[in-house]
């Protein structure tokens, strides 16, 4: 842990969009936080949304966005294996959605 980053955690950070796995620079990411609770910052991590991926999300149902990011395992997988277990549980979502149930 370099104490510095520790402190400068809004620098040029790369983080990864949770929707398309691209990878971004901090700054132009969106904040996604699942809880909700953007003041206690203690043991959680945040999930990000590059531009392009949260304009979608703001004009898509978000319906069930929660459901699939829990069962995903947001937060308490390796983001490989969260990313991996998403994009399976959106496309099976979308699957869902075309068979009209
Ligand atoms: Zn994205």
Not at 79 to 93: G, S, V
Request: a negative charge.
């Amino acid at each position: 842990m370099d104490f510095r980053n520790a402190w400068h955690r809004d620098g040029d950070e790369e983080v990864c969009c949770i929707a398309c796995g691209e990878t971004v620079a901090r700054s132009d990411a969106r904040e996604y936080d699942k809880h909700g609770d953007r003041w206690n910052r203690d043991d959680k991590s945040f999930e990000y949304l590059c531009k392009p991926c949260y304009r979608e999300y703001c004009h898509f149902d978000r319906t069930g966005l929660e459901d699939r990011l829990e069962a995903a395992g947001a937060g308490t997988v390796s983001r490989d294996t969260f990313l991996r277990r998403y994009h399976n549980i959106a496309a099976e979502a979308e699957q869902t959605r075309t068979d009209g149930r």
